[in-house]
T-cell receptor, first 113, second 115 residues
Framework: AQSVTQLGSHVSVSEGALVLLRCNYS??????LFWYVQYPNQGLQLLLK??????LVKGINGFEAEFKKSETSFHLTKPSAHMSDAAEYFC???????????FGKGTSLLVTP | NAGVTQTPKFQVLKTGQSMTLQCAQD?????MSWYRQDPGMGLRLIHY???????DQGEVPNGYNVSRSTTEDFPLRLLSAAPSQTSVYFC??????????????FGPGTRLLVL
């Protein structure tokens, strides 16, 4: 079974600083990988996804993630944090032959002035 | 398109009561699913459906029933509510994997409190 580990349940950065949210997965074959964002009292919104092809994936709001098969990682980055980036971020995987998403436990991003 | 809609937004139940959480999508998606979100647990899959008339269990199916009589609707039934079912429930839908449009779209959620 595939699983996802998000390192750090809470991450705090200063406005303008680099954002790095870590995600590692366990899978015998490369899965499909996703990052979702959840703002307070809202549903989940897709930030970006990796299925096949280019390993550096660009998403919305200036976020990007790089799939590294050798490290089984899919870390999310943004060069410069904005106050509006404060939210809960979820990494998820699904098998390339199925639909179900396995979510990490989430990382709460706090952006300080 | 309205996307994925869920009703109600919030519900309070007493232990032992039953209710149905509604989910509808107007994107003609084949795949629909239900997740529950609990603090520090991420989202966990309850049930899913790959098309009308086809459903299957996810990670935490106990205490929940589903059916899929139409492509658009995927209701989640709580047969006898328990305090452990206090959670936020999300419905999601997507096209089939074969279409290459496998992104799952989430509804706004239903907050359920069982007393």
């Amino acid at each position: 079974a595939q699983s996802v580990t998000q390192l750090g349940s809470h991450v705090s950065v200063s406005e303008g600083a680099l954002v790095l949210l870590r995600c590692n997965y366990s899978s015998s074959v490369p899965p499909y990988l996703f990052w979702y964002v959840q703002y307070p009292n809202q549903g989940l919104q897709l930030l970006l996804k990796y299925t096949t092809g280019a390993t550096l994936v660009k998403g919305i709001n200036g976020f990007e993630a790089e799939f590294k098969k050798s490290e089984t990682s899919f870390h999310l980055t943004k060069p410069s944090a904005h106050m509006s980036d404060a939210a809960e971020y979820f990494c998820a995987v699904s098998p390339n032959s199925g639909y179900a998403l396995n979510f990490g436990k989430g990382t709460s991003l706090l952006v300080t002035p | 398109n309205a996307g994925v809609t869920q009703t109600p937004k919030f519900q309070v139940l007493k232990t032992g009561q039953s209710m149905t959480l509604q989910c509808a999508q107007d994107m003609n998606h084949e795949y629909m699913s239900w997740y529950r979100q609990d603090p520090g647990m991420g989202l966990r899959l309850i049930h899913y459906s790959v098309g009308a008339g086809i459903t299957d269990q996810g990670e935490v199916p106990n205490g929940y029933n589903v059916s899929r009589s139409t492509t658009e609707d995927f209701p989640l039934r709580l047969l006898s509510a328990a305090p452990s079912q206090t959670s936020v429930y999300f419905c999601a839908s997507s096209y089939s994997r074969a279409s290459g449009q496998e992104t799952q779209y989430f509804g706004p959620g239903t907050r359920l409190l069982v007393l």
